[in-house]
């Protein structure tokens, strides 16, 4: 299923519209070209709706909010409700910032998105208002099954597919639960390798609406992380990492390829 959903990408080079961080916004847009489809970053206010109407997937990032950016999120999520065009939210930060949790929960609530996506932290936020944390890094001390749980419940709440990104990727639609364990802590070390999945997702929903398409997303972004890993620093290793997003073959695909799929009620 990988595989088939990787080539759909490349055959019908999809319209992804990001409306994203600017500290990330050169990595997402070679993301999604390295992939086969096409990136437009826009988001003017003005300008937004009518892009978001053409496209074939809409990802939505909360990092570095700005006041213009959370009016023009509002736009496009309207824009795919209209449209039934699947939509990422990215949630980037709501563990540290009351602003970005207020308003992540009024999207969820007005877009009804199809990927809720965050670190270890940000889940945990989002399925427990009184959970903090410093940053927008993830809590290393919490624990892969307590965050499974408030995944697979908040993906009944919302009727949606959460991704728990981690040394472990969790991605769970409340029924079915799936743990990607591909990757390398040194795409920890570079920024907006988290952006980068998020734009990934949104390239495989355009084809495929379901947990196959955030697994997908997981599996090609850990599994290009270890075929880039490198001693020579984190400026080579993100040369490396477009370089294996552009070239990543089937075959690399099914050998590298490291994942558990498990009932939600077996967790």
Request: charge should be negative; hydrophobic fraction near 40%; include cysteine.
């Amino acid at each position: 299923m990988i595989n088939k959903i990787r080539s759909s990408v490349k055959e019908l080079h999809p319209l992804i519209h990001c409306i994203t961080n600017p500290i990330s916004i050169n990595q997402c847009a070679n993301s999604i070209l390295a992939v086969g489809a096409r990136p437009i970053m826009a988001e003017h206010p003005k300008e937004v709706a009518e892009i978001t109407a053409t496209a074939q997937a809409l990802m939505l990032n909360l990092g570095n909010i700005t006041d213009a950016r959370m009016e023009s999120m509002q736009l496009s999520a309207q824009a795919v409700m209209e449209k039934n065009i699947p939509l990422l939210l990215d949630i980037v930060g709501i563990a540290c910032s009351g602003l970005r949790r207020s308003y992540a929960c009024a999207l969820i609530k007005n877009g009804k998105p199809t990927v809720i996506k965050g670190n270890y932290s940000e889940i945990n936020a989002l399925y427990n208002a009184a959970y903090h944390s410093s940053g927008v890094d993830a809590d290393g001390s919490l624990e892969k099954s307590a965050v499974s749980k408030a995944a697979s419940e908040l993906a009944r709440k919302y009727h949606t597919i959460i991704l728990a990104s981690g040394k472990t990727d969790i991605v769970t639609d409340g029924k079915q639960i799936v743990y990607i364990k591909n990757g390398t802590p040194q795409l920890a070390a570079v920024t907006g390798t988290g952006c980068m999945l998020g734009a990934l997702c949104a390239c495989y929903l355009s084809v495929n609406q379901d947990i196959s398409a955030v697994v997908t997303a997981c599996a090609v972004l850990g599994i290009c992380g270890q075929l880039s890993e490198t001693a020579k620093g984190s400026g080579s290793f993100m040369v490396n990492l477009l370089d294996h997003l552009s070239t990543l073959t089937n075959e690399e695909v099914t050998n590298y390829l490291d994942l558990e799929e498990f009932n939600v009620e077996s967790i």
